[in-house]
């Protein structure tokens, strides 16, 4: 349990959008950052983390998940460089479905529940899916919100 708990999060680290995206194994350069670019075409570099800031006046940014959008993650001790996802579509008010890179080690993962935990129901925070547990994980995570190559900018 320790060694899988450590390799998840030295792949969290790998966040970062410095290589580009591949089809890797687990040991392999596969990392969020890359892979959301090559879906969405938002053209944004670095960690996922820095994808809030660097969208602020190119790209919307809301709080209100739409299909297409990309949810930033903030970097935690956990994940350092942040994470992104995918939102493929709302399945409720507080629940939608992303595809997303390497927050399961060396995988891409679709249609993967997230669930806003948030106190204000913003999605500044929330729980991601985890596989091994057949469950939403135990930790919450902060985000900054969505970011999409249309639609109107809500938010700061």
Not at 31 to 46: E, I, K, N
Not at 62 to 83: C, E, K, M, N
Request: with cysteine.
């Amino acid at each position: 349990m320790k060694k899988l708990a450590l390799c998840l999060l030295l792949s969290l680290t790998a966040c970062g959008g410095s290589r580009e995206f591949s089809r890797a194994s687990f040991n392999g350069p596969l990392q969020c950052a890359p892979y959301a670019r090559s879906r969405t075409g938002l053209q944004l570099r670095g960690d996922a983390a820095s994808w809030w800031r660097q969208s602020a006046g190119h790209y919307a940014r809301s709080h209100s998940p739409i299909a297409g959008s990309v949810l930033v993650f903030r970097a935690t001790s956990r994940v350092p460089s942040g994470h992104v996802s995918i939102v493929r579509r709302q399945i409720s008010s507080r629940t939608i479905l992303v595809d997303h890179a390497n927050w399961e080690p060396g995988r891409i993962d679709r249609n993967v529940p997230i669930t806003d935990v948030s106190p204000d129901h913003d999605w500044t925070l929330v729980r991601v899916w985890w596989a091994p547990i057949h469950g939403l994980g135990r930790r919450a995570y902060p985000t900054y919100g969505f970011v999409s190559a249309s639609g109107p900018d809500d938010a700061s």
